[in-house]
């Protein structure tokens, strides 16, 4: 069965940090490239940092550059999302997704898992 485990997820207080992990069961996971999506309530699911396969290619939206940083350990079959200077506006609900081709295109993530709420309080 093709499984991807968020955890991590939690409350945290403005100017925090978090890391989320996402662990890969049933598919040969350094075969997919992954992503972190997120959807904060009234708001379309957005895709906020994704890694290629083998780690040669990362992606950033603008809201979370410079303070989100995105790893993957295929070891551990495991992609990891560093949260830092967190935000209120962060809150959302987490998702990890993965992906046969790197790509920013939200139609491509074809695995997901079932995501982890972030909520950030000022």
């Known amino acids: 069965q093709v499984q991807l485990i968020e955890s991590g997820g939690g409350l945290v207080q403005a100017g925090g940090s978090l890391r989320l992990s996402c662990a890969a069961s049933?598919?040969?996971?350094?075969?997919?490239?992954a992503g972190w999506f997120r959807q904060a309530p009234g708001k379309e699911r957005e895709l906020i940092t994704a890694i290629s396969q083998r780690s040669f290619g990362t992606y950033y939206a603008d809201s979370v550059k410079d303070r989100f940083t995105i790893t993957r350990d295929n070891t551990k079959n495991t992609v990891y999302l560093q949260m830092n200077s967190l935000k209120p506006e962060d809150t959302a609900i987490y998702y990890c997704?993965?992906?046969?081709?790197?790509?920013?295109?939200?139609?491509?993530?074809?695995?997901w898992g079932q995501g982890t709420q972030v909520t950030v309080s000022s």
């Open positions: 997704a993965a992906a046969r081709v790197f790509s920013r295109e939200v139609r491509q993530y074809n695995v």
């Open positions: 049933g598919l040969t996971f350094s075969s997919y490239a």
